[in-house]
């Protein structure tokens, strides 16, 4: 079975940058695409930043410009730089890894304090 183990959430201060990374245990049949979803309290699950199999990326509209997506697929690995953190970025982040199948990492917290 393949598990996400991601890595890299915290505490900072708004303005401040952190980055995130999330490695599959083993390699993924047909994998098309890696991503970053995110959930703040209350709030549905929303995406941040997917990249697919063939390097084409979409932001989500509130972190186009601050947030970079970036992957190593030799090592079945995928990043997110965030930069310019605000407030309102604080949330669980998921990874998601899609191929055959849908993978979701654990959560890791992101709070970003004004």
């Known amino acids: 079975q393949v598990q996400l183990v991601e890595s890299g959430g915290g505490l900072v201060q708004a303005g401040g940058s952190l980055s995130l990374s999330c490695a599959a245990s083993r390699s993924i049949s047909s994998l098309n695409a890696m991503g970053w979803y995110r959930q703040a309290p209350g709030k549905q699950r929303e995406l941040v930043a997917t990249?697919?199999?063939?390097?084409?990326?979409n932001y989500g509209d509130s972190v186009k410009g601050r947030f970079t997506i970036s992957r190593d697929t030799a090592n079945n690995t995928v990043y997110l730089q965030m930069n310019n953190l605000k407030p309102e970025d604080t949330a669980v982040y998921y990874c998601?890894?899609?191929?055959?199948?849908?993978?979701w990492g654990q959560g890791t917290q992101v709070t970003v304090s004004s």
């Open positions: 990249i697919t199999w063939s390097g084409r990326i």
């Open positions: 998601h890894f899609s191929g055959t199948y849908a993978y």
